[in-house]
């Protein structure tokens, strides 16, 4: 183990509805990968509203405002559930060293 501790936002709410996060010294567990297919799951189910999006714009299907409505209130959760898990990896990337002073200059 490297001891170095790190902090994972999980993709479903913690008992309260407050963010929930893995403390975790950067290892596969069973709650880690749960996380990774929950996270999947969430980019397919955005990917598929999307073409049903899509599918109702681009093929000038004349939707009710109901089902219109439905497909706003999915893509919004989807677009939540998106945002979470890029605030949760952008979390996970190490940042950048600091440049030297002879790397500062971009021709």
């Known amino acids: 183990m490297s001891g170095i501790r790190r902090i994972r936002l999980l993709p479903w709410p913690g008992p309260e509805g407050n963010p929930a996060h893995l403390v975790t010294d950067g290892t596969s567990t069973m709650l880690s990968r749960l996380a990774d297919r929950v996270e999947a799951e969430q980019i397919e189910t955005a990917a598929v509203l999307r073409d049903l999006a899509l599918s109702m714009v681009v093929d000038h299907v004349d939707p009710t405002p109901q089902e219109l409505l439905f497909i706003t209130r999915r893509l919004c959760e989807a677009v939540t559930d998106l945002l979470k898990i890029a605030e949760s990896r ?6 950048y060293d600091e440049p030297d002073d002879r790397s500062t200059d971009i021709e």
């Open 90 to 95: 952008a979390a996970r990337i190490p940042p």
